[in-house]
């Protein structure tokens, strides 16, 4: 089946300027994550979504990011007056979402890469 | 805080020969996963293997197999019989807590030798 999908693949912008990324989960994931990874280093947890709630918002680094999961499914990471320390490699990931087991195991998608000139 | 460490930034191993790679970490969980990521240059991240905690055996997938000390929360990474493909940075990723965040190490960047 299909696999975790993010879009796009590649973002370029100038400081200040808003971003959308975007991620699709694999079907039926009830658990969807957003990690950060700048270059050289291990990703880092930004957001955990349980359904269509945000089970753990602890890892978002101030209020200029925010993502919303309204239907439970596609995930939406909004970074407002981006600055030139935001440019990363944004990963999302997905489970199957119950609290232990098997379905804890996180499944990645491919990335966007952003830039902020 | 959970933390994690990988000791070895980099490795490198002759191609067909045998590699360990080391992860520690720290948990005050009695129950739980633990895996080995794997991404290539410019590519996604892969799962390469999974323990559970409640296993005494150690999880083997073909050519990687882990060596999971509960007690000492050591979890490392055996890759045998390495090929060119197995050029990747690993990350071990330790228990997740009961919000399943997971924490990722630094990772060590293996390179094959042909």
């Known amino acids: 089946g299909a696999g975790v999908s993010q879009t796009p693949s590649n973002k370029v912008t100038e400081k200040g300027k808003y971003v959308e990324l975007r991620c699709d989960p694999i079907?039926?994931?009830?658990?969807l994550y957003w990690y950060r990874q700048s270059l050289g280093q291990g990703p880092e947890f930004l957001i955990y979504?349980?359904?269509?709630?945000?089970?753990?918002d602890s890892g978002l680094p101030n209020d200029r990011f925010f993502a919303v999961r309204p239907e439970g499914s596609v995930s939406t990471l909004k970074i407002q007056r981006t600055e030139r320390g935001d440019s990363a490699m944004y990963l999302c990931?997905?489970?199957?979402?119950?609290?232990?087991?098997?379905?804890?195991?996180?499944?990645f998608g491919p990335g966007t890469r952003l830039t902020v000139l | 805080a959970q933390t994690v460490t990988q000791s070895q930034p980099e490795m490198s191993v002759q191609e067909a020969e045998t590699v360990t790679l080391s992860c520690t970490y720290d948990?005050?969980?009695?129950?739980?996963?633990l895996f080995w990521y794997k991404q290539p240059p410019s590519r996604q991240m892969i799962l390469v293997i999974r323990?559970?905690?409640?296993?005494?055996q150690n999880a083997t997938e073909n050519r990687f197999s882990v060596n999971f000390q509960k007690a000492a929360k050591s979890f490392s990474l055996k890759i045998s019989d390495s090929q060119l493909g197995d050029a990747a940075m690993y990350f071990c990723?330790?228990?997740?807590?009961?919000?399943?965040?997971?924490?990722f190490g630094t990772g060590t960047r293996l390179t094959i030798i042909p």
């Open positions: 979504f349980q359904g269509t709630g945000a089970a753990d």
């Open positions: 990723a330790p228990p997740p807590f009961g919000n399943e965040k997971l924490t």
């Open positions: 323990q559970e905690a409640y296993k005494q």
């Open positions: 079907s039926g994931h009830t658990a």
């Open positions: 948990t005050s969980e009695s129950d739980y996963y």
């Open positions: 990931a997905s489970s199957l979402g119950a609290p232990t087991g098997e379905q804890d195991t996180q499944y």
